[in-house]
């Protein structure tokens, strides 16, 4: 028996096999979902297609969530697929490349909008979308980055965007609690990935988190599959409002310090 048997899962933000939302797919099948994916352009498909073939997955749309009438076509066409969903997995971000190597203050009107509009707005536009067709406990999250809370060189106008979708999660928690709706986060340790590529010196950023990490390891896209798990299934059925971390404890660390260097004292 799986944890996610009946539950009707869909999942934004399926870039490739590396994408976050590929670890989310492959643990959300394990455990029994009837899955859903959407993906964000049609130079996509090509890529997504072949994964959603591989865990049996009939229903795979395009959507921009930059265009509402894209999103409410999505919601129509799940909900005459589906009837009603369980899950709904916010996967998505983006900021240009100059916005993620230059000084903060140095982000342009248009790339600090572009930045909220993709990666925060969307989730609530979402949200709005699917509301008539959740179930009761349905679960939405989303996924989030430390660089919110506190500055991640070169994470700039993602760790401000970060820091309004965590407040968005738990803002959106309050609206729909009485609804017996759950929405939550999840912040990821860094992942080597598309969208993290763009993140100017992601590479020594990623090496220093195995380093200086309480559990001295990097997170897989397995490791947050297996946390999405959790938030989608009804064991976490009173979670809402929550940033879950999945970073080996590196959020829990004041002051860091290498394993070789500790040694040495
Ligand atoms: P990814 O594979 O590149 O996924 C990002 C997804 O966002 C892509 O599928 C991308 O599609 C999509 N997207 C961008 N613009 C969109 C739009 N207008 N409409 C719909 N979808 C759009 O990278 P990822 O690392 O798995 O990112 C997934 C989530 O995890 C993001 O929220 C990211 O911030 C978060 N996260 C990542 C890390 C990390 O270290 N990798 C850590 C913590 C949190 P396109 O490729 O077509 O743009």
Redesign the pocket.
């Known amino acids: 028996m799986g944890l996610l048997d009946g539950k009707n899962a869909l999942i ?5 096999e ?4 590929w670890g989310i797919t492959q643990a959300f099948k394990r455990e029994g979902a009837n899955l859903g994916i959407s ?3 049609e ?2 498909e090509r890529r997504v297609k072949p994964l959603a073939e591989q865990v049996d997955c009939k229903w795979v749309e395009e ?4 265009k509402d009438d894209q999103i409410a076509l999505t919601a129509e066409k799940a909900a005459k697929h589906f009837g009603k969903i369980d899950v709904l997995v916010h ?4 900021a240009g490349r100059d916005e993620l190597s230059k000084p903060y203050y140095e982000t342009s009107r248009e790339g600090f909008k572009t930045a909220m509009d ?2 925060v707005f ?1 989730l609530l536009a979402l949200t709005n979308a699917f509301l008539p067709y959740l179930n009761p406990y349905a679960s939405i999250m ?4 430390y660089g919110s809370v506190k500055v991640a060189p070169h994470y700039n106008v ?1 760790g401000v965007a ?1 820091a309004a979708l965590e407040s968005s999660t738990r803002y959106l928690a309050y609206d729909l609690g009485p609804q017996k709706i759950r929405v939550n986060a999840i ?5 080597r ?4 590529a763009g993140v100017g010196g992601f590479r020594d950023m990623y090496k220093h988190f195995a380093d200086i990490s309480p559990m001295r390891e990097n997170v897989t896209i397995e490791d947050v599959g297996n946390s999405a798990v959790f938030l989608a299934s009804d064991l976490s059925r009173r979670i809402t409002g929550e940033v879950l971390y999945v970073d080996s404890g590196f959020n829990s660390v004041g002051v860091q310090m290498s394993a070789k260097d500790e040694k040495a004292e």
Do not use: E, Q
Not at 12 to 16: H, K, T, W
Not at 18 to 21: H, L, Q
């Open positions: 934004f933000g399926l870039a490739n590396r994408s976050i939302a993906y964000a352009g130079m996509l959507c921009d969530v930059t996967s998505i971000a983006f993709i990666s969307s989303c996924l989030t980055y993602m970060k912040s990821a340790g860094p992942i990935t598309l969208a993290a």
